[in-house]
């Protein structure tokens, strides 16, 4: 089932009013640093009603979602966890070089971690973020933009779950394109890049 890691297990404490046992999270966490739902009674030593702990995990920890991606040739195998995961459209010029597109359509998420193939390449121009791709066929896979929480930008198009996650908006909108018509789907847009 979905799983928690320290920031959201600290945050469910506070909610709770309960101290943080790093002890305790080091003892259930996985190599992945998370503990699963089952283990959070656990970890809050069982003073909690069952019914408040799982009011709580449905609140904050299924906010939580792994997606899954693959490059164009399939050598690059990912995952990311996103939280409320959606659809982000910039049309900065640096993404529309980036893409060769109108805009870049990507996840923000979490993390970034490949399960299986090859290390991706990057590329970093000046003042600018770090842009991941596959060595071989040349798909963009994600950058590493850091705003608050969010750590990286994940292309949505190589994402497997791209058709359940919803389009949320516009940004960077001072670098859109004259021929890119973005009032057909009824998005807010944002001249910069907004608060996540």
């Given at each position: 089932?979905?799983?928690?890691?320290?920031?959201?297990?600290?945050?469910?404490?506070?909610?709770?009013?309960?101290?943080?046992?790093?002890?305790?999270?080091?003892?259930?966490?996985?190599?992945?640093?998370?503990?699963?739902?089952?283990?959070?009674?656990?970890?809050?030593?069982?003073?909690?009603?069952?019914?408040?702990?799982?009011?709580?995990?449905?609140?904050?920890?299924?906010?939580?979602?792994?997606?899954?991606?693959?490059?164009?040739?399939?050598?690059?195998?990912?995952?990311?966890?996103?939280?409320?995961?959606?659809?982000?459209?910039?049309?900065?010029?640096?993404?529309?070089?980036?893409?060769?597109g109108i805009a870049y359509?990507?996840?923000?998420?979490?993390?970034?971690?490949?399960?299986?193939?090859?290390?991706?390449?990057?590329?970093?121009?000046?003042?600018?973020?770090?842009?991941?791709?596959?060595?071989?066929?040349?798909?963009?896979?994600?950058?590493?933009?850091?705003?608050?929480?969010?750590?990286?930008?994940?292309?949505?198009?190589?994402?497997?779950?791209?058709?359940?996650?919803?389009?949320?908006?516009?940004?960077?909108?001072?670098?859109?394109?004259?021929?890119?018509?973005?009032?057909?789907?009824?998005?807010?847009?944002?001249?910069?890049?907004?608060?996540?």
């Open positions: 089932g979905p799983s928690g890691n320290i920031d959201t297990v600290k945050t469910l404490c506070k909610d709770i009013g309960k101290d943080f046992d790093q002890a305790k999270f080091d003892e259930l966490k996985d190599v992945d640093g998370n503990v699963t739902r089952a283990q959070l009674q656990e970890l809050f030593n069982q003073d909690i009603s069952e019914e408040t702990t799982r009011d709580i995990e449905v609140e904050k920890i299924s906010k939580l979602t792994t997606l899954h991606g693959k490059c164009y040739c399939g050598a690059i195998v990912f995952e990311c966890i996103a939280e409320n995961p959606s659809i982000i459209h910039c049309h900065c010029m640096g993404c529309r070089e980036w893409t060769g359509s990507a996840v923000p998420t979490h993390s970034f971690t490949v399960v299986n193939g090859g290390i991706p390449k990057e590329f970093q121009r000046e003042n600018g973020p770090k842009k991941f791709f596959c060595g071989d066929c040349g798909t963009g896979l994600c950058n590493n933009v850091v705003f608050g929480k969010v750590k990286f930008t994940v292309a949505a198009g190589i994402l497997e779950e791209h058709s359940k996650i919803p389009a949320q908006l516009h940004c960077q909108m001072v670098g859109k394109v004259n021929w890119a018509n973005t009032s057909a789907d009824g998005l807010p847009t944002f001249d910069q890049f907004p608060t996540m």
